[in-house]
């Protein structure tokens, strides 16, 4: 994707993996100054392991969220952002044309996807977020840490339970499975379909996963109870765009990059 855009605006570049193993990540961010490369993603285990390495070179983004996944130059100094939480407002706003102004949350997992969407949901307004995910701690982490900033959301700590999930699902508007759950336990359904009611008119749910290599079954139960349901191709995609912009300076040639994304992706 990244590759194609380059191409597409005639820009010399490549974007190349560079598998880092967890003994050697403290070393080579250590000598981050002489690695040779004008930007770079930071990707699952890393996004927040990274920030202390970056501080206080730290977007205002990147600082609330405590997670980078895309580290930019800015003169001589490498600067950390977080395009996540542009890439899943875009695609929420733009692909899925949800209004976030004083709706309703349920999201599932409280890992670094959790936190950038709690961020883009405050920031654009809305009323109630609830947090569901099996460890509380990291639950209560997350309210701590945005009720600090954003006085006019309301959170409501929950567990993976039935009757916590049920009351979770009340007066929802949108549900968003921001756990790996999809990716490594294909099988699993953390909410069971019985507590996803049948839509009726004028009470359509947005689900929205942001696993993008499949339809989950996630997506299945709520397609089939007859809601919205979006992956989280969108979202990959206009967090990419986002970082294109960050490291060359240029808008992304976004219809060339989905074109490709979802060649590779075989959608
Ligand atoms: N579309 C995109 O652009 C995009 C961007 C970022 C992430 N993602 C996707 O979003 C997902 C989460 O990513 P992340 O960066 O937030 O990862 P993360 O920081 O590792 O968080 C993962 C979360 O999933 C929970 N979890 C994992 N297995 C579970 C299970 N069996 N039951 C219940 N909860 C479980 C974890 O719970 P514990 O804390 O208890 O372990 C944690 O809350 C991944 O699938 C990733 O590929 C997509």
Not at 5 to 27: C, D, Q, S, T, W
Request: glycine content about 8%.
């Amino acid at each position: 994707m990244q590759e194609t855009a380059f191409k597409a605006l005639g820009i010399k570049a490549f974007y190349l993996p560079f598998e880092v193993r967890p003994h050697e990540f403290r070393r080579v961010m250590r000598r981050k100054r002489n690695l040779i490369l004008d930007g770079f993603n930071v990707t699952v285990p890393y996004k927040g392991e990274v920030v202390k390495y970056l501080r206080p070179n730290l977007t205002y983004e990147a600082r609330a969220v405590k997670a980078v996944n895309t580290v930019y130059r800015k003169g001589k100094k490498w600067v950390g952002a977080n395009t996540d939480v542009y890439g899943f407002l875009t695609s929420l706003q733009k692909d899925g044309r949800f209004r976030t102004k004083d709706k309703n949350v349920l999201i599932l997992g409280a890992g670094g996807s959790a936190r950038a969407a709690v961020y883009g949901l405050c920031k654009s307004g809305a009323r109630e977020i609830r947090i569901a995910a099996r460890r509380k701690s990291r639950v209560g982490s997350i309210i701590q840490d945005f009720r600090k900033l954003f006085s006019r959301t309301s959170f409501v700590p929950l567990t993976l339970q039935h009757g916590d999930l049920k009351r979770g699902l009340e007066d929802v508007h949108l549900v968003i499975n921001a756990t790996s759950v999809g990716v490594v336990f294909k099988t699993l359904q953390l909410i069971p379909d019985k507590l996803i009611l049948r839509s009726q008119r004028g009470r359509r749910l947005l689900f929205f996963d942001f696993v993008y290599h499949e339809k989950t079954k996630f997506l299945k139960a709520a397609s089939k109870k007859g809601h919205r349901t979006m992956d989280g191709v969108g979202m990959l995609l206009y967090q990419g765009a986002e970082a294109f912009r960050l490291w060359t300076g240029r808008k992304a040639p976004i219809h060339v990059m989905r074109t490709k994304l979802k060649e590779k992706l075989d959608l």
